[in-house]
């Protein structure tokens, strides 16, 4: 197809945030009569989930410390649940198990989705803890556990399947998705600061309304439209932290043991949740004994054909890198910077022996294969969903996301003109107004 030179709406990037808000946007103009799908155009410079949803674990999980996280996920799961066949999607649960030292900050997530009505279950005591995951799993050893939150809801969705599921909903609606069309720039009207006209390397595309959902790529389309690269953010405490960069990147560390998934089934034969362990527990190797950690620790895991075995993954790192010279291309498996090694399969593989008797001995099934991925996140380290220079409406989540495919509803219904309670307090003006959301002790820096 060519390059349209003119599109009412042009969105960058064909992953879940890109695909969801086309889809969504065209239901939305179609109900206020002011057009439909076919004012959309969404391009990518790759191909559809070329980025970080195309890779993603794919966990859809409420546990969040934040209320306002929570209360979006919640949303973000109603949409999952809306077709979960399009989707992918698993609802199979998720648990969160953690040490004391966690517990009361889950005993007020438990608290909070009892009252905004997400069902889960909440188990305390390292007793009850442990007699609890026996109930699921007959092989549960994991020691120094005193709570387990038990989201009834949410579970896991395909990757790649669900984006193509999307961007048939979307398409039948009229949108049209270009790739191999990459974002060179923005063209604004002389001394205006909205956007008039999307550069690319295929030639200008004149619009009126932009949406960027470019994942790890949000820093070169933000650079790209004259934004600051650092900021001041004002701290809970009324401190101004100055020039704080306004993107850094982790690597996330996932990969994927190569056995049997049904092999992980629960006592009753069923597939189980995703499980989530946090523990402050020393972590022993499975080969030989020796001490891997003293420090806190965590990993998830589920049973998944799409992967190929037991997928899941481990707390990310911070990549040290001045943010200007991380190289984000190559992207994901095919990074020569950013996929895990061998310290990741070793520790991975122990923590899931610690957990359960069936992982033990089974390292060597460890697919060797490249995983893992990038992500940028934010100065706090969650989403900022705002609209820049006028037109521009920005969908960084900071590497929350693949789970947020309700964001593009929200987007598309503010882009009509609604103002969404649930996304306003992910607004860029948070930093300098210092309301930023609460930090949990987790060791996982989205949790
Ligand atoms: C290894 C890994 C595991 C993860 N697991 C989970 C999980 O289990 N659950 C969860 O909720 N989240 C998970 N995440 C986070 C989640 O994947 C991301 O937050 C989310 O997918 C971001 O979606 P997106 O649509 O913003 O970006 P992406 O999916 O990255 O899509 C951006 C698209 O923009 C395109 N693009 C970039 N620059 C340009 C340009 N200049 N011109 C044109 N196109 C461009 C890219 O080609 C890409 O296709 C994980 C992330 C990683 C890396």
């Not at 595309?205 to 790890?216: M, N, T």
Request: net charge negative; aromatic share 10%.
């Amino acid at each position: 197809m060519a390059l349209p030179s003119q599109a009412n709406y042009v969105i960058i990037g064909a992953g879940i945030h890109g695909l969801s808000s086309a889809y969504h946007l065209a239901l939305e103009l179609k109900q206020h009569g002011r057009g439909g799908g076919e004012d959309i155009l969404v391009i990518d410079k790759t191909s559809i989930g070329a980025g970080a949803s195309g890779i993603a674990c794919g966990v859809v999980r409420n546990n969040y410390f934040q209320p306002a996280m929570r209360e979006l996920m919640a949303q973000c799961v109603d949409v999952w649940e809306s077709d979960p066949q399009a989707y992918s999607y698993h609802p199979v649960g998720y648990m969160q198990i953690s040490p004391e030292s966690m517990r009361a900050n889950i005993a007020s997530i438990a608290e909070q989705q009892e009252q905004i009505g997400y069902e889960s279950v909440f188990i305390e005591g390292e007793k009850q803890s442990a007699d609890y995951m026996k109930t699921i799993f007959h092989d549960w050893q994991a020691q120094g556990i005193t709570s387990v939150l038990h989201e009834k809801r949410g579970g896991y969705a395909n990757n790649l399947k669900s984006l193509y599921g999307l961007a048939s909903k979307a398409e039948a609606q009229g949108v049209r998705i270009l790739t191999g069309i990459t974002v060179t720039g923005f063209k604004m009207a002389n001394g205006a600061t909205a956007v008039t006209a999307v550069e690319t390397d295929r030639g200008r595309i004149e619009c009126e309304y932009i949406v960027v959902a470019a994942g790890p790529w949000v820093k070169s389309i933000w650079d790209m439209l004259e934004l600051p690269k650092a900021i001041d953010v004002k701290g809970n405490d009324g401190t101004i932290h100055r020039d704080v960069p306004m993107w850094v990147f982790w690597s996330l560390q996932e990969g994927t043991l190569g056995i049997d998934p049904t092999l992980q089934k629960t006592n009753d034969g069923e597939f189980p949740p995703v499980v989530h362990v946090d523990s402050d527990v020393p972590l022993y190797s499975d080969v030989d004994g020796s001490l891997i950690t003293d420090q806190m620790w965590g990993i998830y895991y589920k049973p998944d054909f799409n992967f190929g075995g037991i997928q899941g993954g481990a707390a990310p790192f911070k990549v040290e890198t001045n943010p200007d010279d991380v190289a984000v291309d190559p992207y994901g498996p095919a990074s020569p910077d950013f996929v895990v090694g061998d310290d990741f399969a070793h520790m991975w593989c122990s923590a899931l022996a610690h957990c359960q008797k069936r992982f033990q001995g089974q390292i060597p099934k460890y697919k060797n294969e490249p995983s893992g991925g990038i992500g940028a996140f934010t100065p706090d380290s969650f989403p900022v969903f705002d609209v820049f220079r006028e037109n521009c409406y920005m969908i960084a989540d900071s590497n929350h996301g693949y789970k947020m495919i309700g964001v593009g509803q929200l987007v598309a219904s503010e882009i009509c003109g609604a103002r969404s309670t649930l996304l306003q307090p992910f607004r860029f003006s948070r930093y300098a107004e210092g309301k930023l959301h609460p930090v949990s002790n987790s060791p996982f820096p989205w949790s």
